[in-house]
C-alpha cells in the first residue's frame, strides 16, 4: 500500500487494522523491533500501542471477536469488513491511537502492510441530555451535622475509673521506687 494515512493531532479512539504480507520471521522482528516497525509504518511512533500477532493466536474469538469484545468497535462498523477480517490469515497489526502520542503524522506503510479498515471505539457519552431537578442534586442540600452525642454515664465512670488505676500504679511504682 503506498497511500498517505493522515493522523490528526489528538486522535482518541481510533483503531487501524493491517494484514501483514511477510514471513512470520520478519513480522516478528516488527513485534520486537520499534525501528522496524516505525519504519514499517513510516513514521515515529510508541510501540506500547500496537499490536502485532498472528490470528491463529484469536483462535474461538476470531479477529471480528477480538475487535468487537475487546477493543469496543462496535459491530456495525465491522459488518461492511466482517468477511475481510474473518478470512484474514497470518499475522495482522493494530494500531491504537495512543501510539502517536497526541500528535498530528501521516502513515506512510510499506507495501506489505494492507489496510484493512480504521475502526472508532464505542465512546462514553459524558453530556447530559435532561437537567437533573432533585431536591438531592441541588447545592448545599445535605442534611446538616448531627449534634455530637455527650458520652452516657457509664462511659464517663469508665473513664474516671481508668484515670485512677494509672494514679495509683504510678503511685505505687514511685514508692517502690523511693523504698527500694
Given at each position: 500500500?503506498?497511500?498517505?494515512?493522515?493522523?490528526?493531532?489528538?486522535?482518541?479512539?481510533?483503531?487501524?487494522?493491517?494484514?501483514?504480507?511477510?514471513?512470520?520471521?520478519?513480522?516478528?522482528?516488527?513485534?520486537?523491533?520499534?525501528?522496524?516497525?516505525?519504519?514499517?509504518?513510516?513514521?515515529?511512533?510508541?510501540?506500547?500501542?500496537?499490536?502485532?500477532?498472528?490470528?491463529?493466536?484469536?483462535?474461538?474469538?476470531?479477529?471480528?471477536?477480538?475487535?468487537?469484545?475487546?477493543?469496543?468497535?462496535?459491530?456495525?462498523?465491522?459488518?461492511?469488513?466482517?468477511?475481510?477480517?474473518?478470512?484474514?490469515?497470518?499475522?495482522?497489526?493494530?494500531?491504537?491511537?495512543?501510539?502517536?502520542?497526541?500528535?498530528?503524522?501521516?502513515?506512510?506503510?510499506?507495501?506489505?502492510l494492507t489496510l484493512i479498515g480504521t475502526y472508532g471505539e464505542i465512546r462514553t457519552d459524558w453530556s447530559a441530555t435532561e437537567?437533573?431537578?432533585?431536591?438531592?442534586?441541588?447545592?448545599?442540600?445535605?442534611?446538616?451535622?448531627?449534634?455530637?452525642?455527650?458520652?452516657?454515664?457509664?462511659?464517663?465512670?469508665?473513664?474516671?475509673?481508668?484515670?485512677?488505676?494509672?494514679?495509683?500504679?504510678?503511685?505505687?511504682?514511685?514508692?517502690?521506687?523511693?523504698?527500694?
Open positions: 500500500m503506498t497511500d498517505t494515512l493522515p493522523v490528526p493531532a489528538n486522535e482518541r479512539g481510533v483503531i487501524r487494522v493491517f494484514a501483514l504480507s511477510m514471513t512470520g520471521k520478519e513480522a516478528q522482528a516488527l513485534k520486537d523491533g520499534p525501528a522496524a516497525l516505525n519504519a514499517a509504518l513510516g513514521t515515529d511512533m510508541n510501540p506500547e500501542h500496537v499490536e502485532v500477532f498472528p490470528v491463529s493466536d484469536l483462535e474461538g474469538i476470531g479477529l471480528v471477536g477480538y475487535l468487537a469484545e475487546g477493543n469496543a468497535v462496535p459491530m456495525e462498523q465491522l459488518t461492511p469488513d466482517r468477511a475481510k477480517l474473518e478470512k484474514l490469515g497470518g499475522w495482522v497489526l493494530i494500531v491504537f491511537s495512543l501510539a502517536f502520542e497526541d500528535r498530528a503524522t501521516a502513515l506512510n506503510p510499506a507495501s506489505s437537567k437533573v431537578e432533585a431536591d438531592s442534586a441541588k447545592p448545599y442540600s445535605a442534611p446538616p451535622e448531627t449534634v455530637k452525642k455527650k458520652p452516657s454515664d457509664a462511659a464517663m465512670s469508665g473513664r474516671i475509673a481508668m484515670i485512677a488505676l494509672i494514679v495509683l500504679g504510678l503511685l505505687t511504682y514511685l514508692m517502690i521506687w523511693i523504698g527500694g
